[in-house]
């Protein structure tokens, strides 16, 4: 699986981005795929994730009632819309998927089998 980001940039707080990542090879067997993130000197965590063929999603607290992921079979394209942003959102955004069945409502970065090179969001305040 190759996955490749987007739409990453310079915003200002308050502001809005969309991220896609582009998704080819197996992508059919994915369990679920999700978005991480990693801000500088701090370790990378879990933002939200959906499963892949049921459409099921899951969100990081910190996120929740602000981010929404959404996926589309057709283009093999996952989505992560970001609204009201915050400086403290600002980081490293990577797209990842988990090829095996998971139990719970959020994935640790060991859960995860295929990871993109990451999108920076900066947000200013």
């Known amino acids: 699986v190759h996955l490749i980001e987007s739409g990453g940039g310079l915003v200002q707080a308050g502001g809005s981005l969309r991220l896609s990542c582009a998704a080819s090879?197996?992508?059919?067997?994915?369990?679920?795929m999700g978005w991480f993130r990693q801000a500088p000197g701090k370790e990378r965590e879990f933002v939200a994730a959906?499963?892949?063929?049921?459409?099921?999603?899951y969100y990081a607290d910190s996120v929740k009632g602000r981010f929404t992921i959404s996926r589309d079979h057709a283009k093999n394209t996952l989505y992560l819309q970001m609204n009201s942003l915050k400086p403290e959102d600002t980081a490293v955004y990577y797209c990842?998927?988990?090829?095996?069945?998971?139990?719970?409502?959020?994935?640790?970065?060991?859960?995860?089998?295929?990871w993109g090179k990451g999108t920076l969001v900066t947000v200013s305040s």
């Open positions: 959906i499963h892949w063929s049921g459409g099921m999603t």
């Open positions: 990842a998927t988990d090829q095996n069945p998971h139990y719970g409502s959020r994935w640790d970065v060991d859960d995860m089998d295929y």
């Open positions: 090879g197996r992508t059919f067997s994915s369990y679920a």
